[in-house]
């Protein structure tokens, strides 16, 4: 692997991990000001990194307020959405609508830059599609549900258009030679105003409650850890991997997501179903493909 799909894959793997941890800190924590809170807390953690890696000569962003707000406000609009769209959808059509990510942003993609679509991707998605559906089957079987409209679904595909625009932003509004980690520090930051503006509307409305705060050591520990791995660290080798990569390749790691979220869960006793395995299996088997037809490509 290139340094591009490892920084792929540490995200992934991160953003699996916070699959389980998320659902074991919604008893302490309301989902959207946890999200809030985490996303301050990456937040200081990119802070203080940049201040210890402070280069006197590294260029100035180049961002203009505009720029600035509508790449932050799309990295905001993908946490809140994201979560409103997971409140108000059934989980296994919830399943289904994030295993068509790649198709979704691709579309995105194709809109806002013109971006065809790179050697191997239609048959990787194609792999990636079948794989997230096997799964998505086994756990629907398993759990005796069915696809059901709630609601919520089309705030789950502004979504993913949110993150794959903010993804775009990311390498195209800062000037040449600014490292990732000022990129993602600088959208992360931006975010803050409108999540938390986002979540006190949200509040005043009535569709969430008052912010639940159950702190617990526990709690702060799994807090701690997925604002660290899984929005921090990981927002940063995201942002690398669209720079070396490409966003196209980006989208395929994502649909692995779920796959390392089950075998992480593994690890608190919550045990997959023989499909989730197998279409975790394929998914994976598409991500190589297209890297290896990028390999060919290139020679």
């Known amino acids: 692997m290139n340094l591009g799909a490892l920084c792929y894959a540490f995200a992934a793997i991160s953003w699996g991990a916070n699959l389980p941890l998320t659902a074991l800190l919604f008893s302490a924590f309301d989902p959207f000001f946890m999200t809030a809170i985490r996303v301050a807390l990456a937040v200081g953690v990119l802070w203080l990194i940049s201040q210890a890696r402070r280069d006197p000569a590294a260029p100035p962003l180049g961002l203009g307020f505009r720029r600035h707000a509508l790449m932050s406000g799309s990295a905001a609009a993908f946490f809140v959405l994201y979560n409103l769209g997971l409140k108000y959808t059934h989980p296994i059509t919830a399943a289904a609508i994030i295993a068509g990510s790649p198709v979704v942003a691709a579309a995105t993609m194709r809109v806002v830059t013109?971006?065809?679509?790179?050697?191997?991707?239609?048959?990787?998605a194609a792999l990636t599609?079948?794989?997230?559906?096997?799964?998505?089957?086994?756990?629907?079987?398993?759990?005796?549900?069915?696809?059901?409209?709630?609601?919520?679904?089309?705030?789950?595909?502004?979504?993913?258009?949110?993150?794959?625009?903010?993804?775009?932003?990311?390498?195209?509004?800062?000037?040449?030679?600014?490292?990732?980690?000022?990129?993602?520090?600088?959208?992360?930051?931006?975010?803050?105003?409108?999540?938390?503006?986002?979540?006190?509307?949200?509040?005043?409305?009535?569709?969430?409650?008052?912010?639940?705060?159950?702190?617990?050591?526990?709690?702060?520990?799994?807090?701690?850890?997925?604002?660290?791995?899984?929005?921090?660290?990981?927002?940063?080798?995201?942002?690398?991997?669209?720079?070396?990569?490409?966003?196209?390749?980006?989208?395929?790691?994502?649909?692995?997501?779920?796959?390392?979220?089950?075998?992480?869960?593994?690890?608190?006793?919550?045990?997959?179903t023989a499909e989730q395995l197998l279409g975790g299996a394929i998914v994976m088997a598409g991500v190589f493909y297209m890297q290896w037809r990028k390999r060919q490509a290139q020679a």
């Open 114 to 124: 013109g971006a065809r679509l790179e050697p191997g991707f239609a048959g990787a």
């Open 129 to 272: 599609l079948l794989g997230a559906g096997i799964a998505i089957w086994g756990r629907a079987s398993a759990s005796g549900q069915g696809l059901h409209l709630e609601g919520g679904e089309p705030l789950l595909v502004l979504a993913l258009v949110s993150w794959t625009l903010y993804s775009i932003y990311a390498q195209r509004f800062f000037s040449p030679g600014v490292s990732q980690l000022r990129r993602t520090l600088a959208g992360l930051s931006g975010a803050l105003p409108w999540m938390f503006g986002c979540w006190l509307l949200i509040w005043l409305t009535g569709l969430t409650g008052p912010p639940l705060l159950v702190v617990t050591p526990q709690a702060l520990l799994w807090l701690g850890v997925t604002a660290l791995f899984s929005t921090a660290l990981s927002g940063v080798a995201w942002n690398i991997g669209v720079a070396r990569a490409g966003l196209q390749l980006g989208l395929l790691w994502q649909n692995t997501v779920p796959a390392f979220g089950v075998l992480i869960a593994m690890l608190f006793g919550i045990m997959p």
